[in-house]
Every structure is written in structure tokens, then in C-alpha cells.
């Protein structure tokens, strides 16, 4: 009898526990991932480069609920000139985060 009524408050809890967590709840894969966009001649267009590599990259290995930089934690990009200054590359890092 002592038995059946731990199993009923741990079903109780477990129950109360699943209850309180969201259906959009977030979920991450850490650590961060890191992807190098093709050269650009401006910064803007280098930018947009990496961060479609990145959500490119991670909608390949991870799956596409994983692939909004919106969603990203942590996200960074560096960018640096190549060349003789002529064009820029960014390296897009963040955590892939989905819903």
C-alpha cells in the first residue's frame, strides 16, 4: 500500500512537471557552430553570406527547426578583408536554438 501510493504522487509530479513546460519551449545544441561565408564585395552582402551558410549548415546536419538565426543563441559575426582589401568574409557562430 506504501508502494502504490509513491508511484501515485510520482505520477502526480511528473504530470505537474510536464504541465508547466511550454509546447514552444526552447531547445538548444550546444556548443556553438561556425560557418564562413563565400568573399563579398561589401559588408552587408559578406554578413547576409555567412549567416545563410550557417542556417544552410545547420538545417543540414540539425534539421530546419534548428536553422532560424533568430532563434540562435549566442549569435557573432567577424568578418575580415582578403586580399589586397578588395573583399570581406564573415564567419557566422551561434548555438543552434528551435522550437
Given at each position: 500500500?506504501?508502494?502504490?501510493?509513491?508511484?501515485?504522487?510520482?505520477?502526480?509530479?511528473?504530470?505537474?512537471i510536464?504541465?508547466?513546460?511550454p509546447?514552444n519551449?526552447t531547445?538548444?545544441?550546444?556548443?556553438?557552430?561556425?560557418?564562413?561565408?563565400?568573399?563579398r564585395?561589401?559588408?552587408?552582402?559578406?554578413?547576409?553570406?555567412?549567416?545563410?551558410e550557417?542556417?544552410h549548415e545547420v538545417?543540414?546536419?540539425?534539421?530546419?527547426?534548428?536553422?532560424?538565426?533568430?532563434y540562435a543563441?549566442?549569435?557573432?559575426?567577424?568578418?575580415s578583408?582578403?586580399?589586397?582589401?578588395?573583399h570581406?568574409?564573415?564567419?557566422?557562430?551561434?548555438?543552434?536554438?528551435?522550437r
Amino acid at each position: 500500500m506504501h508502494i502504490s501510493f509513491f508511484y501515485k504522487v510520482a505520477a502526480v509530479g511528473a504530470l505537474l512537471i510536464s504541465a508547466s513546460l511550454p509546447a514552444n519551449a526552447t531547445q538548444c545544441l550546444y556548443p556553438a557552430k561556425s560557418y564562413q561565408g563565400d568573399e563579398r564585395h561589401d559588408i552587408r552582402a559578406a554578413r547576409a553570406a555567412a549567416i545563410s551558410e550557417w542556417q544552410h549548415e545547420v538545417a543540414e546536419h540539425h534539421g530546419a527547426r534548428f536553422a532560424s538565426w533568430n532563434y540562435a543563441a549566442d549569435g557573432s559575426v567577424t568578418c575580415s578583408w582578403k586580399g589586397e582589401g578588395r573583399h570581406i568574409r564573415c564567419v557566422a557562430k551561434a548555438v543552434p536554438c528551435g522550437r
